[in-house]
């Protein structure tokens, strides 16, 4: 069984494209190759921007490295004298004694006992001060 079209019946989708749907598609495409030139710019940028942040880590890098030896050098400067013992410190240490220390003397009323980090020998003085007169705690 044949059937035959009629050259009027042709349905629109079968049919060639018109001057406007020409030029509505050429509009089309200029705004795309538009829009694909913009998104290729900003691709181009953003690939530029990526090798400045990874010169500049880079960077970062090679600095946080020479930290990391100078501390690790001045850790070792510290640490060598202390693994030597006293006696490889520069500064004159007090020679233990071997004699008992004697007992500090027992403060009475109204005095303290002064024990200064000097390696001086304890003492008991006034608790008293002729230039002071009084003292009260702040709030209350």
């Known amino acids: 069984m044949a ?5 009027g019946l042709v349905p629109p989708a079968l049919a060639e494209p018109t001057r406007d749907d020409l030029a509505a598609a050429e509009a089309r495409l200029a705004e795309l190759d538009a829009d694909f030139s913009s998104a290729v710019e900003r691709y181009h940028r953003a690939q530029d921007r990526l090798s400045e942040l990874d010169a500049h880590a880079e960077e970062v890098g090679e600095r946080i ?9 001045r850790r070792a400067d510290v640490q060598e004298p202390a693994e030597q013992g006293p006696a490889a410190t520069t500064e004159p240490t007090a020679q233990p004694s071997t004699e008992a220390a ?3 003397p027992e403060p009475e009323p109204g005095q303290m006992v002064h024990a200064p980090s000097t390696g001086k020998t304890v003492s008991v003085a006034s608790a008293g001060r002729s230039d002071y007169v009084g003292a009260a705690r702040p709030g209350g």
Do not use: H, Q, Y
């Open 3 to 7: 059937f035959a079209i009629a050259p």
């Open 65 to 73: 490295a020479t930290v990391e030896a100078v501390v690790a050098s």
């Open 102 to 104: 004697p007992a500090p």
